[in-house]
């Protein structure tokens, strides 16, 4: 891990009367953009080539002679022949003598790779560098050891596949495309075999998948991505927010539930089945009766995170869980930073978010929120790793 002090080291050489706010220009990165932009902030996207209209050309920010914006939420961008240039010392020293604040999301993570991000940045991350890790699935502490830690519920690990004896989720990346998922589910050990050897002819799954591969129960239920933010610099109120809750549409997956019963399982005998390929968002809430639950989950995840990680969760994080018949909840994945979904709240805010705050509270717009109450308190060393 990087040394703190050099962290804090490059901060000083900030002017944050000049704070920009920087993020990679994918997964939630308009969200992120918007919000700052709410907020007073300029903003900056990192992006790659070949993949930078969204942000470049159709979301530009176009402002008033007095600066005040009239359209758009991406100030500047800076495009590179592919993500991970990011790591590259020129482009870190230009985002650091451009005052940026760098938002971490899963594309960072994902394209730069989790040692680069731990070792190698040098900007300042506002957020748990540290816990960022956890979302590596199958490492030694990821998030499975924090939530068996915080004694939070999950789906039951299936050690082996000749130990499945009910309905089976395996957890394994897509081998084509290499950020999404290769997931599927089986009822017993000879229908994994039929199904996976089916995936692989199909180009969908890896012939050694099973060295990376996370079998669990699957939890029939709706499924609610709980979109949290933790405040360290809130000294009155709550440090704990529940600002919204999202849920996702799954290519193929929906399509295939779209169809008649008989017509699944004629899909299915033909070796055709659906993947899990995530493609969109839509809002939710909970009935208020659940919300006790949820608001627990989250209090003893961030003192486990804050116990192992130290210092802990900061900022934005997502609980992605699952409510059985008898309105249990399952932990199923845990985004320590902003989720994946939030841009179904941009300009409007969450639900829950805009009935705290008494305005349109996007995360977003609640990390830009966080960050400006920092510069002003000057207390940015607090929420920065």
Known sequence: MIDRNEILANLER??????????????????????ATSEGFRTVAICQDGREKTFNNYFKTLRNADGTVRRGVVDETIILNKYADVMNPDV????????????????????????????????????SRNLLRSEERGDERDYYWILEKAGLPAPKKVERPEDIDGLTIIKVHHKQKKLERGFFTAVSYDQFVQ?????????????????????????????????FFRSPLEEKGEQLELLGIDWRFESSLDGYCRLPGKQQVELEEAGIMP?????????????????DKAFALAEKY??????????GIIGPFCLQTCVDKDLNFYIYDVAPRIGG???????????????????EM???????M????????????????
Not at 275 to 287: D, K, M, P
Not at 341 to 358: D, E, F, K
Not at 362 to 368: D, E, I, K, V, W
Not at 374 to 381: C, F, H, L, S, T
């Open 14 to 35: 900030y002017d944050l009367k000049k704070a920009k706010i920087g993020v990679v220009g994918s997964h939630s990165g308009l969200d992120t953009c918007d919000g």
């Open 92 to 127: 870190q020293e230009r985002l650091i003598k451009d005052n940026i604040l760098f938002i971490p999301n899963r594309s960072f993570v994902s394209y730069s790779g989790i040692d680069a991000v731990e070792n190698d940045f040098k900007v300042p991350l506002v957020g």
């Open 195 to 227: 199904k996976s050897n089916d995936l692989i002819k199909q180009g969908v799954i890896e012939e050694n998948f099973l060295e990376s591969a996370r079998m669990e129960q699957y939890i029939i239920g709706p499924v609610f991505n709980l979109d």
């Open 275 to 291: 993947e899990y390929t995530v493609c969109g968002h839509n809002s939710a809430t909970l009935r208020e009766s659940l919300l």
């Open 302 to 311: 961030v003192k486990a995170a804050e116990k192992y990680y130290d210092p």
């Open 341 to 359: 979904g939030t841009n179904i709240h941009m300009a409007v805010g969450h639900p829950y978010g805009n009935a705290l705050w008494r305005r």
């Open 362 to 368: 996007s995360t977003g717009r609640r990390l830009a």
């Open 370 to 385: 966080e960050i400006r109450r920092a510069i002003d308190e000057e207390r940015v060393d607090e929420i920065v790793t």
